[in-house]
């Protein structure tokens, strides 16, 4: 089976790289296309065996784009959309509404807590597009020490983010 190449030039079939105790995770490239010079960052998470600890940040500030992309997704106006999905959250004019979550307390209002995700991923807010902002996840780094500690690869380390 031939796998084609990313198109920074990184190959998505690469080795995965051995952990502690066997554990092993592949590195996966992600091109950013939003920034001026075309760059390659060979990213080390995998969102996707995430539970969503970004999404639990006590503030998850959002910007008028931002507002204005949730209206578009879901058929409203800026001010309706402002009302129902954001607050005003000390300087932040536009905080994204949260709701609760069994292992962090309080989570995003569009993650889902059953399966995990996000479901709003394609009108998603600016910063849930930039993060972790670089090629690793402190949490993700975390997370996988402590399902290896706790010899549970479906552990959930909380934090309890009210």
């Not at 105790?21 to 920034?35: P, W, Y």
């Not at 905080?95 to 807590?113: L, N, P, S, V």
Request: with cysteine.
């Amino acid at each position: 089976m031939h796998i084609p190449s990313h198109p920074c030039g990184e190959n998505p079939a690469a080795p995965a790289v051995s952990l502690a105790r066997g554990c092993k995770v592949r590195a996966i490239a992600v091109g950013l296309h939003e920034t001026v010079r075309s760059e390659c960052i060979v990213a080390a998470y995998d969102c996707s065996k995430c539970p969503g600890y970004c999404c639990s940040y006590p503030v998850i500030p959002l910007n008028s784009r931002d507002v204005k992309r949730l209206a578009r997704h879901f058929g409203l106006d800026f001010e309706a959309a402002r009302k129902k999905f954001t607050k005003v959250d000390g300087d932040e004019p536009y905080a994204m509404r949260r709701k609760a979550d069994e292992h962090f307390g309080r989570i995003c209002r569009f993650f889902d807590t059953d399966k995990r995700r996000c479901t709003i991923y394609e009108a998603r807010p600016e910063i849930c597009r930039s993060y972790p902002g670089s090629k690793s996840c402190g949490y993700y780094d975390f997370l996988l020490s402590e399902r290896d500690s706790q010899e549970d690869p479906d552990h959930v380390a909380s934090t309890w983010n009210k």
